[in-house]
């Protein structure tokens, strides 16, 4: 409960203390790369975790015993904390080869900090949405359709959908993607053939919606043909590419009658400081623009239209 609360910044610049080496990269390749330069080179090297434990030595380093608060090593960090140490010694390196291996060396530091960093971030961010998403699920057994859903599509009713984003809010998740839906036409439909077809549609709509999630995606219906969507702890590629499927499977999709179409709005918001407010009016209008595009392009009327045929 305590770490959930915790924002994700905060979480991050305090639990790299929690990794070890064998954690956050890969020992053996690690092994082999030194390996090769004292091999090609003759560059001795250790390695030792954050303690000064020695993790694996390269050449001789007769009784030299690491003091890593004293004479550390050079230092790999992961956002500000020191996670190992490597000592080097050039001593049986050629003269007019030092430079060059300490240029090798300095390298491979940078590569396996930058690895390093992504290695523990990927990591946090799965322990912590699933630690979010048993605190948000932490309530008593309700039926699959219950008072937080809306009845006829099973997504959330807007009620809830807005607790959740308070949630997010309150818990300072970053980044989170946020869309704004809207069917297109869907007047068209209940005008054209009736209450129940249109109600199908929007059903076929907040299945594709649901089919093309990911687990910690949350999908409310706001009103009549208007659904929004959260992607908590989501870079904007990947919350670009969800709206792409969406769009994609809507045009996939086989009736005699309908055709769903829907406009989405896409706006990350990454400052734990801005409005959810300002963010979804910004999504709202990036819907709108979309809608603009999808319905002048080329036969979107036609196969709007195709079930008049069957009247």
Same mark, same amino acid.
């Given at each position: 409960m305590g770490d959930t609360k915790r924002a994700f910044k905060e979480r991050?610049?305090?639990?790299?203390k929690n990794y070890s080496p064998k954690d956050l990269f890969?020992?053996?390749?690690?092994?082999?790369?030194?390996?090769?330069?004292?091999?090609?080179f003759g560059l001795a090297t250790m390695m030792t975790d954050r303690h000064g434990t020695v993790i694996q030595t390269h050449g001789q380093f007769g009784d030299f015993k690491p003091d890593v608060v004293n004479k550390p090593g050079i230092k790999i960090r992961v956002k500000g904390?020191?996670?190992?140490?490597?000592?080097?010694?050039?001593?049986?390196?050629?003269?007019?080869?030092k430079e060059v291996v300490k240029k090798l060396l300095d390298a491979y530091i940078k590569t396996l900090e930058g690895y390093s960093e992504k290695s523990y971030i990927s990591s946090e961010q799965a322990v912590y949405i699933d630690e979010l998403e048993?605190? /948000?699920?932490? *309530?008593?057994?309700?039926?699959?359709?219950d008072e937080q859903d809306d009845p006829l599509t099973g997504v959330l009713n807007k009620s809830s959908f807005m607790k959740k984003m308070e949630q997010l809010k309150t818990h300072e998740v970053v980044p989170t993607a946020v869309i704004c839906v809207n069917i297109n036409d869907w007047l068209?439909?209940?005008?054209?053939?009736?209450?129940?077809?249109?109600?199908?549609?929007?059903?076929?709509?907040?299945?594709i919606l649901k089919n093309c999630a990911n687990e910690q995606t949350i999908i409310g219906r706001i009103g009549g043909d208007v659904f929004q969507i959260l992607m908590p702890m989501t870079e904007e590629e990947t919350a670009r590419e969800y709206c792409r499927q969406v769009q994609e499977a809507c /045009?996939?999709? *086989?009736?005699?009658?309908?055709a769903p179409s829907i406009a989405m709005g896409c706006v990350m918001k990454t400052n734990v400081e801005a409005s959810y407010k300002d963010i979804m009016s910004d999504a709202e209008y990036?819907?709108?623009?979309?809608k603009l595009v999808l319905k002048k392009a080329p036969g979107y009327r036609e196969r709007l239209e195709k079930?008049?045929?069957l009247k």
């Open positions: 991050l610049e305090q639990n790299s890969d020992l053996i390749s690690a092994e082999h790369f030194l390996s090769q330069l004292h091999i090609s904390r020191t996670v190992c140490h490597i000592y080097a010694m050039y001593d049986e390196v050629a003269e007019n080869q048993q605190e /948000l699920e932490k *309530e008593a057994y309700q039926p699959k359709y068209f439909v209940h005008d054209n053939f009736g209450e129940e077809e249109s109600d199908r549609l929007i059903v076929t709509v907040a299945n /045009l996939q999709y *086989e009736d005699k009658i309908l990036a819907m709108y623009e979309d079930g008049l045929n």
